[in-house]
C-alpha cells in the first residue's frame, strides 16, 4: 500500500510526525518514505511494507497528510501502474520532457569514432530541430578483440560538441560503475554542456549490482533495455531495481529478442509490447529498431525495413526511438550495416511523424463512443 501525502509535506511538521508515530505503531507493518522534489513541488509517498491486507484504505485516507492511498495490487510497486493509480508517467531531465504522451528522437552513432564524425552528426541532428542524439563509449562487444568503444578519451569532445549543436540529452552505455563516475567527472570538467541518459545494455539488464548503482544516483536518468533472452516480468523487475534505489527517471527499452524465429532480422522485433509495457507500468516506453532489425534491406515496396519497425512502434504509442546513423558507416566501428546514412535523417523524421500523427488520430478513433 502506497500513501501519497499532500504535495509539500514536511517531514517537521506535527502532522507529519503524527502520520509516522501511528504507522510506527501498526502491527507487522514496515514502511518506507520516498521523496520526489520537482520544480514546483515535493511529493512524499510512504510504502507500507508487510501485512497491509488487515489495513481500510478508507482509514488510511483519514491520516493526517495523507491525500490518497494505492493499493498495490501487482508487482513492480514503485514503476507499476496499480488500480486507480494517477501517480506521474513522466519526468524532465535537462529540459527535454519525457512521458508516456509525447516522443523524443535520439538518432546518432553506435559508437563514437572520430570527432569528426561526431560533429557532423550533431550538425545534422540540430540542422533538423532534434536535441537529443545516443554516442557509444563504452561498447559490450562479444568478442574480446573488437573495438571495445573509445571509453572516457572521447567523453571531452563528445560532451563540448553536444553543447556546441545544442544537444540536451546523449544516450550512453554503461557497464561498470566507474563510467557513470567518468560521465559525472567529464560534464563537470567540460562545463556541463549537455546531459546524459545512461544506458543499461541488454547484457547487463539482470546485473543487479549495476542496477543498484546506477538507481541509486539521481542525477541522471536511465534507459534500460529489455534483456534479450528472458521474459518481459523480468525485465520489468530489473527497471523496478533502479526504482526502488531510489531512481524513478526510467525509460524501458525494446530492442528485439534473441531467437532464430525473428530471422533474417538480427532479432525478432517486439515492438507489439509497446502498449504492454505501458499498461503495466508508468515508463516512457523506448524502441530501438537498429538493434531489432539489424540491417538496411529494402522492402518491395521502397522502404528500408527499419523504418517500417520504427513505424510499427511508433503508432501503436512508443515514447523514444534510439536508432543508429552513421555518416560513413563503411567506417564506422560497431555495427555500420544498420545504421542509417545521414541524408536520410530528414526522411526518417518525416516518416515518424507521419506515424506519430496516425497514432495520435487512433487514439482519438479508439476514445469515440460506441453507438
Ligand atoms: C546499443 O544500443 O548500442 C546496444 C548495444 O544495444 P543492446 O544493449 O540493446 O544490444
Ligand atoms: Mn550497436
Known amino acids: 500500500m502506497i500513501l501519497i501525502l499532500t504535495p509539500n509535506t514536511s517531514a517537521d511538521s506535527a502532522d507529519y510526525r503524527q502520520l509516522t508515530d501511528y504507522l510506527g505503531n501498526l502491527p507487522n507493518i514496515s514502511f518506507r518514505t520516498h521523496q520526489e522534489r520537482g520544480s514546483a513541488q515535493t511529493l512524499t509517498e510512504i510504502y507500507l511494507i508487510g501485512n497491509t491486507a488487515a489495513l481500510s484504505a478508507a482509514d488510511m485516507e483519514t ?77 559490450p562487444r562479444t568478442s574480446p578483440y573488437a573495438f571495445q568503444g573509445h571509453g572516457k ?21 554503461v557497464t561498470h560503475e566507474s563510467h557513470v563516475n567518468e560521465i559525472r567527472e567529464t560534464l563537470r570538467q567540460t562545463g556541463n554542456p549537455t546531459g546524459v541518459m545512461l544506458q543499461i545494455g541488454t547484457r547487463n539488464t539482470q546485473n543487479f549490482e549495476l542496477l543498484k548503482i546506477v538507481g541509486r544516483q539521481t542525477e541522471f536518468p536511465v534507459l534500460l533495455k529489455r534483456g534479450f533472452g528472458i521474459t518481459l516480468d523480468e525485465s520489468l523487475n530489473a527497471a523496478e531495481y533502479l526504482a526502488s534505489e531510489g531512481n524513478r527517471k526510467v525509460i524501458f527499452g525494446l530492442r528485439g529478442m534473441k531467437t532464430n524465429m525473428g530471422d533474417p532480422h538480427r532479432n525478432l522485433v517486439d515492438f507489439a509490447h509497446v502498449p504492454t509495457v505501458k499498461r503495466l507500468t508508468r515508463m516512457p516506453v523506448c524502441i530501438d529498431p537498429s538493434h531489432s532489425v539489424g540491417g538496411r534491406n529494402r522492402a518491395p515496396d521502397g522502404a528500408l525495413e527499419v523504418m517500417h519497425a520504427t513505424a510499427q512502434g511508433v503508432i501503436s504509442g512508443a515514447n523514444m526511438i534510439l536508432v543508429d546513423f552513421h555518416p560513413n558507416p563503411g567506417k564506422a566501428l560497431v555495427d555500420g550495416p544498420q545504421a542509417l546514412l545521414l541524408e536520410e535523417l530528414p526522411l526518417f523524421l518525416d516518416d515518424v511523424r507521419i506515424a506519430r500523427e496516425a497514432y495520435e488520430k487512433r487514439i482519438q478513433l479508439a476514445r469515440r463512443p460506441l453507438h
Do not use: W
Open 153 to 173: 578519451a572521447c567523453l571531452p569532445y563528445v560532451f563540448e560538441l553536444a553543447g556546441k549543436y545544442d544537444i540536451k540529452v546523449i544516450a550512453m552505455e
Open 63 to 139: 491520516l493526517p497528510s495523507v491525500e490518497r492511498v494505492v493499493r498495490i495490487s501487482e508487482e513492480y510497486r514503485i514503476l507499476g501502474r496499480h488500480h486507480d493509480d494517477q501517480r506521474p508517467t513522466e519526468f524532465d531531465y535537462n529540459g527535454v520532457r519525457f512521458a508516456q504522451d509525447n516522443l523524443n528522437v535520439f538518432a546518432g552513432l553506435c559508437a563514437v569514432d572520430t570527432p569528426e564524425h561526431v560533429e557532423i552528426m550533431m550538425r545534422a541532428l540540430r540542422d533538423n530541430g532534434q536535441v537529443c542524439t545516443r554516442m557509444g563509449a563504452y561498447k
